[in-house]
């Protein structure tokens, strides 16, 4: 039964896939876009009419292709973080942001937009979100290390505190150059319009990495639910477990987060739709939470562009605005007591 | 399988244990006792290797037990834990599972152990929504699914009423017939010694008396350990037992 949904999510996100192509501030015709897809397949091309203009298939080729796969890999890092970091803290309201990586990602951004920098050309700023991201999360691992462990309590309240120092530091950046808060208001909101392909290959190559390998972690991440002490005695090595998916979490979801920006609830909120659904082992929740992730993601940004003609609304007000109460309902329909007690 | 503690201490800001000396010996039933605080779940972790102590040894079969792989360690020794943590969200098999960890998963070997603590019935419930006392049993039942050579319970009567308090009692001793090894904190001065074969008597963390729980679990050295008046009563098939006044 599990299998046939899990199966029926992948049927969802093909179409979530192929159908939000249609929508955009230029119409072209399913027909036509469908043609384009199939043009861009090898072999099946020579059979495809080709019934479209060049700035058609640009279109659809260089801005939306790259947005819609964006959100697929940014939606299904988000959630297997997320999954992968609520066993660890064995606490429902993490999210992969909470050791420290949105406010590193925004100092590495914001830096960069208020100083100007440009030394990595086009990519500067995704670069640098993706290096700051990362070092916060190691500085976070490294300050609540005792004794060679990292308890998950110290990790959460270091990682709090650290995010609430960035974000001073980021704020006070901002405040210094009001000039310049429009343009880091947008990244900060999050936005998939920027993708393009050059930035997609990178991250989605770490992204699958880095799943892959949290998903190899399953069985010790369920362990770890039942808290550290148990986990050891039943033979699993924490600590190298606990690096080791946090190094994972950081480095996918760093990645995402630097091309996406900041994007919030989906990490939060998928493992916990997952959980619903599919029960609490991490062998179902860490690929569903992916799976929900990017299918959640890939709609939310169908609104975020078709809502309003011509104009884009920043995907994390979509994702708060339509995701919480949904979630809200969801949650109050199905639970049926799972998180009480 | 052997376990031996030589010499080993521990010590944390406010508290002390040891020096504590115990060779463990395989098919026994072995009960750490003393009061609240007295060290005894220190001592438990200290023999799982779970913490290393400060000076001292504790050998697994020949071999510093911090030296012993994870799966290794866990193949030897199953540990049921005194406080029982909420998952996120998992069925009492997702909990078997977990314990599964070092061993071929075996649906059937996961029936079996709940069947032996009588909640087989239990096996697609949210674990979270368990009594106390039905917790318990299933981290018991998942010790047991472990399949190690030696079981430490740390308080395994906690929250049970009398007739599982029994069962586990029964359990205990099947299992050391079946050639386990137990290592168990226990309150019930009645259960240790109707069960148990050694005893190690702790009094802030110090061993006040350790031996055959016959020679041993005496009113003089309990009386070393605890503060309440103690005395000795015979039953009708001519046994005599020691007991607290309550
Ligand atoms: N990690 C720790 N840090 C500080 N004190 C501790 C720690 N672990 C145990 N203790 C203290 O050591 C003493 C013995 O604890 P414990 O072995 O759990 O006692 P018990 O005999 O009740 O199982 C207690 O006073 C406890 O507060
Ligand atoms: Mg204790």
Redesign the interface.
């Known amino acids: 039964m599990r299998y046939v949904w899990i199966s029926l999510l992948l049927i969802i996100l093909v179409f979530a896939v192929v159908f939000s192509a249609f929508i955009g501030s230029v119409r072209i015709s399913p027909i036509k876009i469908l043609e384009i897809y199939g043009s861009q397949i090898p072999f099946i091309s020579t059979y495809i009419p080709h019934n479209f203009t060049s700035v058609q298939y640009e279109i659809i080729e260089q801005l939306r292709e790259p947005e819609i796969l964006g959100g697929l890999v940014v939606g299904a890092s988000l959630g297997i973080g997320g999954a992968a970091v609520q066993s660890i803290f064995r606490n429902p309201i993490t999210e992969p942001y909470i050791i420290g990586l949105s406010s590193g990602a925004s100092l590495g951004a914001v830096m960069t937009i208020v100083l100007g920098l440009s030394f990595l050309g086009f990519y500067t700023m995704q670069v640098s979100a993706f290096a700051f991201a990362l070092l916060a999360v190691f500085i976070v691992y490294f300050f609540a290390l005792r004794g060679g462990k990292a308890h998950p309590t110290y990790l959460l309240l270091t990682g709090v505190a650290m995010s609430f120092f960035i974000s001073a530091i980021v704020a006070l950046l901002l405040f210094s150059n009001i000039n310049l808060q429009g343009e880091a208001f947008f990244w900060l909101l999050g936005s998939l319009e920027d993708i393009t392909w050059t930035l997609l290959y990178p991250v989605a190559l770490v992204v699958i990495i880095t799943s892959l390998v949290i998903y190899s972690l399953y069985r010790e991440l369920d362990a770890m639910q039942m808290g550290d002490h148990h986990a050891r005695s039943v033979g699993v090595n924490v600590e190298r477990t606990k690096k080791l998916a946090i190094f994972m979490v950081a480095l996918g979801v760093s990645a995402s987060v630097s091309i996406s920006g900041l994007i919030g609830f989906v990490g939060l909120v998928m493992p916990h739709l997952s959980r619903i659904l599919f029960g609490g082992s991490n062998k179902y929740v860490i690929p569903t939470s992916g799976l929900l992730g990017a299918i959640f993601l890939i709609c939310a940004d169908d609104i975020a562009r078709g809502l309003v003609t011509g104009v884009v609304i920043p995907i994390g007000i979509i994702t708060g605005i339509v995701g919480a109460p949904f979630f809200l309902y969801f949650m109050r329909k199905l639970t049926g007591g799972r998180y009480e007690g | 399988m052997k376990v031996k503690l030589q010499g080993v201490r521990y010590r944390l800001p406010n508290f002390s244990l040891g020096p504590i000396d115990m060779d463990v010996e395989p098919g026994k039933i072995y009960v750490v006792m003393g009061k609240n605080g007295s060290g005894k779940s220190t001592t438990l972790?200290l023999i799982?290797g779970?913490i290393r102590p400060s000076e001292g040894t504790v050998l697994v079969d020949g071999v510093d037990a911090s030296k012993i792989g994870?799966?290794q360690?866990?193949?030897k020794?199953?540990?049921v834990?005194q406080?029982i943590?909420?998952?996120?969200?998992?069925?009492v098999k997702?909990?078997m599972?977990?314990?599964?960890?070092?061993r071929d998963a075996d649906e059937d070997d996961i029936f079996k152990a709940l069947s032996v603590l009588g909640i087989e019935r239990f096996i697609d419930r949210?674990f979270?929504?368990?009594s106390g006392g039905e917790k318990r049993l299933v981290t018991i039942a998942a010790a047991l699914y472990?399949d190690s050579e030696i079981i430490i319970m740390d308080e395994p009567t906690n929250f049970l009423d009398i007739d599982n308090q029994i069962l586990v009692y029964n359990l205990i001793r099947d299992l050391r017939n079946s050639g386990k090894t137990l290592i168990l904190t226990l309150h019930d001065i009645d259960a240790i010694h109707n069960i148990s074969d050694y005893v190690l008597i702790l009094k802030d963390g110090m061993e006040v008396a350790k031996g055959p729980t016959r020679e041993t679990l005496n009113v003089q050295n309990l009386r070393k350990a605890f503060n309440v008046p103690f005395y000795t009563y015979d039953t009708v098939n001519g046994k005599s037992f020691v007991g607290a006044m309550k």
Not at chain 2, 85 to 91: A, I, M, Q, V
Not at chain 2, 97 to 102: D, F, H, Q, R, T
């Open positions: 972790k799982h779970d994870f799966i360690l866990a193949k020794i199953a540990f834990w406080e943590y909420n998952p996120l969200s998992f069925t997702d909990v599972n977990v314990s599964g960890y070092s949210d979270n929504l368990l472990q």
